[in-house]
């Protein structure tokens, strides 16, 4: 048995680098539609418009601009795998420096939205297979419907709107109030940061400041959770054991809570890691909506709008390479939890 697992283990490891290899390759083939010339891409290094002909051509030089694409994508590799992500076109430091700065705050986010999602998914499946046909069952479905076929920024908007504006309960953006100083950085998260100093003002402030983009990010996520955990409960309430259980005097909450929903629960983990990989896309806009200073702010307003491709190329592999990785320990703890899927 443990050696199906490790054979099962090494194989989802052997998918991921070559999923993270056609990342790569798409990315910079991408990349050279936008900019299609060696001397377009050091005009990003240059930021002069009118910059000489004869600095452009040394710049593209120096980069290795003029080498094929695919030894430009092998030189990438290489480095990436030496913790090498090249330097910042527009701020002259290393990328790695950049999106560890940035990184952690949507972290910070993205973990406690997907665990959120998950709980509410779970809860208002379990609501709605155990209330299967009546009132309550189209209610849930009423809402789930309506939040998943909602737009991420829709839903931050409203949200913004309403709690920050209207009620004034959260602030409205930053990730902080900006009147307090932030600890110092110890341990790369703002959070821990804030734990590790003692500084409870501001831990207090950053989840203020939290609350409203989780929010967001876990009503946008929440009904494919629902969708799926009511299928399954259904399922499982139809079973024979879960007969057997309510033949035995269970109530129906024990055996919808208590047998079923332990068991029903196994095709969410797999969805855990698509929804995770769902809540970094949708961050994206909910940190741009919420003045939220993360990974997904710094690759709008640099990435995007200042079109700095190194940016766009190593947060775009950073986002893979968490995407991918959540999928092989979904695929896992599936194999190990399921042995029919080690088989096949």
């Known amino acids: 048995m443990g050696h199906e697992i490790l054979k099962f283990i090494l194989r989802r490891i052997v998918y ?23 001397i377009a891409k050091a005009r990003i290094y240059v930021r002069n418009p009118h910059a000489p002909y004869a600095e452009l051509e040394a710049i593209a030089k120096a980069h290795g601009f003029y080498q094929p694409l695919y030894v430009q994508i092998a ?6 795998l030496h913790g090498n992500l090249g330097i910042d076109p527009v701020y002259g430091i290393p990328e ?3 999106i560890m700065q940035y990184l952690p705050v949507t972290l910070e986010l993205v973990i406690p939205a997907t665990i959120l999602t998950v709980l509410i ?10 209330n299967r046909g009546n009132w309550k069952d189209l209610f849930v479905k009423g809402i789930y ?5 909602s737009p991420p920024f829709f839903i931050a908007t409203v949200i913004l709107l309403v709690f920050a504006y209207d009620l004034g ?30 500084d409870w003002a501001y831990l207090d402030s950053l989840i203020r400041h939290m609350i409203l983009p989780v929010i967001s990010i876990a009503l946008v996520s929440f009904g494919v959770i629902t969708r799926i955990a009511r299928s399954s409960l259904i399922e499982t309430l139809e079973s024979d054991y879960s007969k057997l259980a309510l033949m035995k005097g269970r109530t129906k909450s024990q055996v919808t809570y208590g047998v079923a929903l332990r068991n029903g629960s196994l095709p969410i983990v797999t ?16 940190e741009d909506i919420f003045d939220y200073h993360g990974l997904g702010y710094y690759l709008l307003t640099v990435g995007i709008y200042q079109l700095d491709y190194v940016a766009l190329l190593d947060i775009t592999l950073i986002d893979g390479i968490l995407v991918i990785a959540a999928n092989l320990i979904a695929d896992i703890l599936y194999g190990v939890l399921d042995p029919r899927v080690r088989l096949s």
Do not use: C
């Open 145 to 149: 419907l309506t939040s998943w076929s």
């Open 96 to 98: 790695s420096s950049l």
């Open 169 to 198: 309960l959260f602030p409205s953006s930053g990730i902080a109030n900006p009147l307090l100083s932030p600890p110092p950085n110890v341990l790369g998260f703002p959070i821990l940061n804030a734990i590790a100093a003692g």
């Open 271 to 286: 969805l855990v890691a698509l929804l995770f990989a769902q809540s970094i896309a949708g961050d994206v806009v909910v």
């Open 75 to 80: 030189d990438y590799i290489w480095n990436v």
């Open 16 to 38: 991921a680098f070559v999923s993270l290899i056609f990342l790569i390759v798409l990315l910079f083939v991408i990349i050279n539609v936008i900019l299609p010339s060696p």
């Open 121 to 130: 998914g779970i809860a208002m499946g379990a609501i709605a297979a155990s």
